[in-house]
């Protein structure tokens, strides 16, 4: 049986140790817990760089940071104030079609619902549970890269897809770990469970771990 609370606070200590600030969004999330700010952030951290998600998110509210605000703003001013964001072109028309949508049937306000942040455009299963997480406190788990890779490396799953993965996770992992479940891999996966060669020297949990797919390390 896994011993998620001893698990949590090994995996926690050796990222302090190494110095590992938090994700942008859980940052952007602590200096303001709105639930607006969470999603939209999310959405410019897909495929982008902590640090450029962090400067572009600040740098878009500082003009705008509510629906109403932003609609004001045209698509080429979203799309300066996010530059270099991956895909900055398509992550602004999707935060403008965002806003217009919260103001058209949720009266600004982004709903705490999985399935209504689904169907928002440019929003996948990350994006939502990660708003859920962030933005309400709702329990659920966001799974990205890193969680999916670092959760079947351990052997706690066995899956194919970050969708899998989730599904997975929610009929092994107690729903006290499912909100900081994404933030502690993330930044476990950055520093010592990395993609390539992960730096097993100095893993917390190396004698819990499976290391599956794991052919060389450090």
Request: aromatic letters at 6%.
């Amino acid at each position: 049986m896994v011993d998620w609370a001893t698990i949590f606070e090994k995996i926690s200590d050796a990222v302090r140790k190494e110095g590992k600030p938090l994700p942008s969004v859980s940052t952007i999330a602590q200096r303001k817990s709105d639930p607006f700010r969470v999603l939209v952030s999310t959405i410019i951290s897909l495929r982008t760089k902590d640090a450029v998600t962090l400067s572009s998110s600040e740098a878009l509210f500082k003009l705008a940071d509510t629906p109403p605000s932003m609609l004001k703003l045209s698509k080429e001013e979203i799309e300066k104030a996010i530059y270099p964001a991956g895909f900055y072109r398509n992550k602004a028309q999707n935060i403008l079609a965002i806003s217009q949508i919260l103001m058209d049937k949720y009266e600004g306000k982004v709903p705490p619902d999985q399935q209504k942040l689904l169907e928002l455009p440019g929003v996948g299963i990350k994006t939502a549970n990660l708003t859920l997480n962030l933005g309400f406190g709702i329990e659920a788990i966001c799974v990205d890269i890193h969680v999916h890779r670092i959760s079947n490396r351990i052997g706690w799953i066995a899956t194919k897809t970050p969708e899998e993965s989730e599904k997975a996770l929610q009929l092994v992992m107690p729903k006290e770990f499912w909100i900081p479940l994404n933030e502690i891999l993330v930044s476990f996966g950055q520093t010592i469970c990395t993609p390539v060669s992960p730096f097993c020297s100095r893993c917390p949990i190396y004698n819990d771990c499976q290391r599956v797919g794991v052919t060389k390390s450090r």
